[in-house]
């Protein structure tokens, strides 16, 4: 039986485990975190392609697994609605699709495995842990994200690029929200563009997966330029004094960051959703980044995932795209008569998917970057209009006519 070591446990090597083990691999996940990943994640807009690549990896899907979403709306700075569309769509949590995934997989899961060396042989691959154990098989993934290690062992030069901005994250619980958002906001998409920033809200469902009303939760990302150096290093400085460059753990964000955040939020977004973020806790702060990579395998290793390209967020399709991934190379290693032909083939095929997406959705966060002289666009152009309707449209899917006056 052929062999595959999937580094990386979290949604992208779940799916492409579950997708190999259905065509006759055996399958060991190797995953670097000892506590389980359900709680990671907030909310996602499943695309029609990952609920494809969940019924390929062999998950039921519940006919509750989302809320349904009825309309997308954008909001000026009092409030007020300017743009509408009645668009029928549904949000889920993440970690209720991870856990779909993780029930529906039969190879073996290990947590706690921090591989540390990459070997590749003529006929196969091999890791070694940081506690001196290896595996071997015939394929190797790195499903390991942005900070992949096998990336790293295969192409050093990649590294991701910081693109200027953050966002703000965090979920409240549906029963500590006003009635007044729960019955005007809490089932649409909900855009505000404060000038050269984006807050994006939508329903998501709530703790073990639970879409009823009441029990749902909202889901906010606010994204917010920051510079590069002191001000972002101080953003990822926690409350024990260290910088977590590749990203904060959420207990650790300093509680005087959350607090002026929380009072920016007053002054800059419309009132309704100010107070949801007011009534948050455990908001969390996300750095955004680029990476782009010239190929996604070499000989018997390849990568899938945001081990190989992260798009910036604002298509919604970072686990769709991981999706593709895994379904696009369970179909060449089925499709050719050598491991090393199916990478190839894998990687010339989807390296164009992810530099198209990476491209696309850069040209989206573009308003929300500094300038060429490390200013923020609002700072130097205070009478510029805000935002332009083609914007609009392009961010939040709302039609060119059904958007009103800027």
């Given at each position: 039986?052929?062999?595959?070591?999937?580094?990386?446990?979290s949604?992208a090597?779940?799916?492409?485990?579950?997708?190999?083990?259905?065509?006759?691999?055996?399958v060991?996940?190797?995953?670097?975190?000892?506590?389980?990943?359900?709680?990671?994640?907030?909310?996602?807009?499943?695309?029609?392609?990952?609920?494809?690549a969940?019924?390929?990896?062999?998950?039921?899907?519940?006919?509750?697994?989302?809320i349904?979403?009825?309309?997308?709306?954008?909001y000026?700075?009092?409030?007020?609605?300017?743009?509408?569309?009645?668009?029928?769509?549904?949000?889920?949590?993440?970690?209720?699709?991870?856990?779909?995934?993780?029930?529906?997989?039969?190879?073996q899961?290990?947590?706690?495995?921090?591989?540390?060396?990459?070997?590749?042989?003529?006929?196969?691959a091999?890791?070694?842990?940081?506690?001196g154990?290896?595996?071997e098989?015939?394929?190797?993934?790195?499903?390991?994200g942005?900070?992949?290690?096998?990336?790293?062992?295969?192409?050093?030069?990649?590294?991701?690029?910081?693109?200027?901005?953050?966002?703000?994250?965090?979920m409240l619980?549906?029963?500590?929200?006003?009635?007044?958002?729960v019955?005007?906001?809490?089932?649409?998409?909900?855009?505000?563009?404060?000038?050269?920033?984006?807050?994006?809200?939508y329903?998501?469902?709530?703790?073990?997966?639970?879409?009823?009303?009441?029990?749902?939760?909202?889901n906010?990302?606010?994204y917010?330029?920051?510079?590069?150096?002191?001000?972002?290093?101080?953003?990822?400085?926690?409350?024990?004094?260290?910088?977590?460059?590749?990203?904060?753990?959420?207990?650790?964000v300093?509680?005087?960051?959350?607090?002026?955040?929380?009072?920016?939020?007053?002054?800059?977004?419309?009132?309704?959703?100010?107070?949801?973020?007011?009534?948050?806790?455990?908001?969390?702060?996300?750095?955004?980044?680029?990476?782009?990579?010239?190929?996604?395998?070499?000989?018997?290793?390849?990568v899938?995932?945001?081990?190989?390209?992260?798009?910036?967020?604002?298509c919604?399709?970072g686990?769709?795209?991981?999706?593709?991934?895994?379904?696009?190379?369970?179909?060449?290693?089925?499709?050719?008569?050598?491991?090393?032909?199916?990478?190839?083939?894998?990687?010339?095929?989807?390296?164009?998917?992810g530099?198209?997406?990476?491209?696309?959705?850069?040209?989206?966060?573009?308003?929300?970057?500094?300038?060429?002289?490390?200013?923020?666009?609002?700072?130097?152009?205070?009478?510029?209009?805000?935002?332009?309707?083609?914007?609009?449209?392009?961010?939040?899917g709302?039609?060119?006519?059904?958007?009103?006056?800027?």
């Amino acid at each position: 039986m052929k062999k595959a070591i999937v580094v990386g446990g979290s949604m992208a090597g779940v799916l492409l485990g579950n997708m190999l083990v259905r065509q006759g691999w055996k399958v060991d996940i190797l995953e670097r975190s000892r506590e389980g990943l359900e709680g990671r994640g907030a909310g996602i807009v499943p695309q029609r392609s990952l609920l494809a690549a969940l019924k390929r990896a062999g998950v039921t899907i519940p006919t509750d697994i989302g809320i349904r979403i009825s309309k997308r709306v954008a909001y000026d700075r009092a409030g007020v609605p300017f743009a509408t569309h009645f668009y029928d769509q549904y949000a889920t949590s993440w970690s209720l699709l991870y856990n779909l995934l993780s029930d529906a997989f039969p190879g073996q899961f290990h947590a706690g495995c921090n591989v540390t060396e990459i070997i590749q042989q003529a006929d196969g691959a091999a890791v070694i842990l940081d506690d001196g154990r290896g595996f071997e098989g015939d394929l190797l993934i790195g499903a390991d994200g942005m900070r992949s290690t096998v990336r790293r062992a295969l192409f050093p030069e990649i590294q991701p690029r910081y693109a200027g901005y953050l966002s703000w994250r965090g979920m409240l619980e549906e029963r500590y929200a006003s009635s007044d958002f729960v019955e005007n906001c809490f089932s649409a998409l909900n855009f505000s563009f404060p000038r050269g920033e984006e807050l994006i809200g939508y329903p998501v469902a709530g703790p073990n997966g639970n879409v009823d009303i009441g029990h749902r939760r909202f889901n906010i990302m606010w994204y917010r330029p920051v510079s590069p150096g002191a001000e972002l290093r101080d953003k990822f400085t926690g409350t024990d004094g260290i910088h977590y460059e590749n990203g904060i753990p959420p207990s650790l964000v300093r509680p005087e960051l959350v607090k002026a955040m929380k009072e920016e939020a007053h002054s800059l977004l419309p009132p309704i959703f100010a107070d949801v973020i007011a009534r948050m806790e455990g908001m969390f702060v996300q750095a955004i980044y680029d990476l782009e990579s010239d190929q996604m395998g070499r000989g018997r290793v390849a990568v899938i995932g945001d081990a190989a390209f992260v798009a910036r967020p604002h298509c919604g399709a970072g686990v769709s795209k991981a999706a593709d991934d895994a379904a696009c190379l369970a179909d060449s290693l089925a499709a050719n008569s050598t491991v090393e032909g199916a990478i190839a083939a894998f990687s010339a095929e989807r390296t164009k998917a992810g530099r198209a997406a990476v491209e696309w959705a850069a040209k989206l966060g573009s308003y929300f970057q500094m300038d060429s002289n490390g200013h923020r666009r609002s700072d130097y152009a205070p009478d510029r209009p805000p935002i332009s309707s083609e914007f609009i449209v392009q961010h939040t899917g709302i039609e060119l006519s059904e958007v009103g006056k800027l």
